[in-house]
């Protein structure tokens, strides 16, 4: 079995001759990469983590402290990626660069590459963020506002839990809430791990 390391030195020979010309690093996960508590999967970077090469700094960064104080964990201890590895963006009407969601080209040519991530770290448990890694790990037709807060199977074998994104509860303050009682669902299930699944 791979380790992670190794997996992404694949990646960097795989994804180097892709986009010539194009400047799209890849921002590639980081912290307990081995069979940590959980690994959580955001949907892709944007600008800072871009700048930093490192997933949820800038603003996710806070929200991602805010979930880990919620659930009681510490960023040492579990492992955070995202689905998609390079910034989606596009040029907005006022002519600077803004992030969009990933394509469908995007998500074809990162999925099989997450797959084979989550097979190298072997966490005990996925916790999707939105719809991006949701759809991609379980069903297409499986959406967030549907599946949040729930255990589910997913295509990696590993019991799946689903958050909304942090970003949307900014724009739609009542998922606030929910969003908190889903961590601690997560959180108490955690702690009673026969409960994960
Ligand atoms: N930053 C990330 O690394 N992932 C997200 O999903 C959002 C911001």
Known sequence: MATVQTLYQEMAAFFKPLWPGEDKPLVLGEGRDSSPVLMLIGE???ETEVIKRRPFVGKAGKNLDEFLTLARLNREDIF???AVKIRPSEIGPTG???????NKE???????WLLKEIQAVRPGALVTLGNVPLKALTDKKNTVGACHGQWMQ???GIPLFALYHPASIIYRRTLSTVYDQDVLTL???????EGAS
């Open 44 to 46: 892709a970077p944007g």
């Open 80 to 82: 955070v990626t995202n």
């Open 96 to 102: 600077r660069t803004r992030n969009r969601a990933p």
């Open 106 to 112: 995007e998500l074809s040519l990162f999925i099989p």
């Open 154 to 156: 997913s295509k990696a």
């Open 187 to 193: 959180a108490e299930a955690l702690d009673r791990p």
